[in-house]
């Protein structure tokens, strides 16, 4: 059973840095035949993919995004984590890991969601 | 960057059938993906490229895509399928559609 689990502080104070890890259990986060990755929700709005990462360290980013993000994985730990430098609170969000079964397949397993609040 | 467009409510009785469309420029040449979210979890994937159902998902959900439109639709509505319905393509990134809200009248 893949389980995916985020973990990181609820509350990031502006300008500060957002720091998130997404441990794995059930599967390896070194399996070549899949990409993982970071979203989030906004409070009462859609879904918003951040980026994704193979364990080989290859980086894949919403360019639509700010290039404040950076994915990382740490294959001995079997997880992967996320950095934003500088928030705002239009980065107040459900932040979410998932995989995904090569780099254009499904979400199919999801973590429960960390809920994140940038408030001074 | 790639942009999807989704109706942002359908309503639909009991034992009905529910289409929430999906629309993107050619997305017809894209594996279109559909996921399920009820308030409060996370996202639940119900079809994969274009018109796959994965286990457990039941047969009520179906999947096209031809076009300039991909169709998730649901048969036999019940009121556990209230919930919001995503889509999602890969265009050189992970795109996700802004949502379809289903209410069960």
């Known amino acids: 059973q893949v389980q995916l689990q985020e973990s990181g502080p609820g509350l990031v104070k502006p300008s500060e840095t957002l720091s998130l890890t997404c441990a794995v259990s059930g599967d390896s986060i070194s399996s070549q035949s899949h990409y993982w990755g970071w979203i989030r929700q906004p409070p009462g709005k859609g879904l918003e993919w951040i980026g994704s990462?193979?364990?080989?360290?290859?980086?894949f980013y919403n360019p639509s995004l700010n290039s404040g993000f950076t994915i990382s994985v740490d294959t001995a730990k079997n997880h992967f984590s996320l950095k934003l430098t500088s928030v705002t609170a239009a980065d107040t969000a459900l932040y979410f890991c998932a995989r995904q079964r090569g780099i254009g397949g499904a979400w199919k397993y999801w973590g429960l969601g960390t809920l994140v609040t940038v408030s001074s | 960057s790639y942009v999807l467009t989704q109706p942002p409510s359908v309503s639909v009785a009991p034992g009905e059938t529910a289409r929430i469309t999906c629309a993107g420029n050619?997305?017809?040449?894209?594996?279109v993906h559909w996921y399920q979210q009820k308030s409060g979890q996370a996202p639940v994937v119900v079809i994969s490229?274009?018109?796959d159902r994965p286990s457990g998902i039941p047969e009520r959900f179906s999947g096209s895509n031809s076009g300039n439109t991909a169709t998730l639709t649901i048969s036999r509505v019940e009121a556990g399928d209230e919930a919001d319905y995503y889509c999602q393509v890969w265009d050189n990134s992970s795109v996700f559609g802004p949502g379809t809200t289903v209410t069960v009248l």
């Open positions: 490229y274009d018109s």
């Open positions: 050619n997305i017809g040449s894209n594996s």
């Open positions: 990462i193979y364990y080989t360290g290859t980086t």
